[in-house]
């Protein structure tokens, strides 16, 4: 896929940023394999026909994927509270869980237990 199909899908990238365009696949692979979306990174068509949250997260992700990560503080009054934004795991399924709700496949697994006690 190239940044031209991507922005012809509707997804604005920019073509001399190969780390953009990594970003984006990446995104694009999340969407496919934790969404019931269907997003093919070899067709264009698949892209161009996501809804546009998903075209939304792909663009949030690449933002995500940039920002700093650390404590984050705020304070008012005589009060005050800190975040600890280093977990890019949680921010990313928040991320997806408001973006492509509808979508998302169920994160809990079933195993068979293979011998009793």
């Not at 934790?34 to 892209?47: G, Q, R, V, Y």
């Not at 995500?64 to 990560?69: C, Q």
């Amino acid at each position: 896929m190239t940044a031209e199909e991507l922005r012809d899908a509707g997804i604005p990238i920019d073509p001399e940023d190969e780390l953009a365009m990594l970003k984006a696949e990446s995104a694009i692979e999340y969407i496919s394999n934790n969404t019931t979306l269907t997003a093919d990174i070899t067709d264009p068509a698949t892209i161009k026909a996501l809804p546009a949250q998903a075209k939304l997260f792909i663009v949030k992700y690449s933002a995500l994927m940039e920002a700093e990560t650390g404590v984050a503080s705020e304070s008012l009054g005589g009060m005050s509270q800190s975040f600890d934004t280093s977990n890019r795991n949680g921010l990313l399924f928040d991320l997806a869980e408001s973006l492509l709700g509808p979508y998302m496949k169920s994160q809990m697994k079933f195993t068979q237990a293979t011998k009793r006690w």
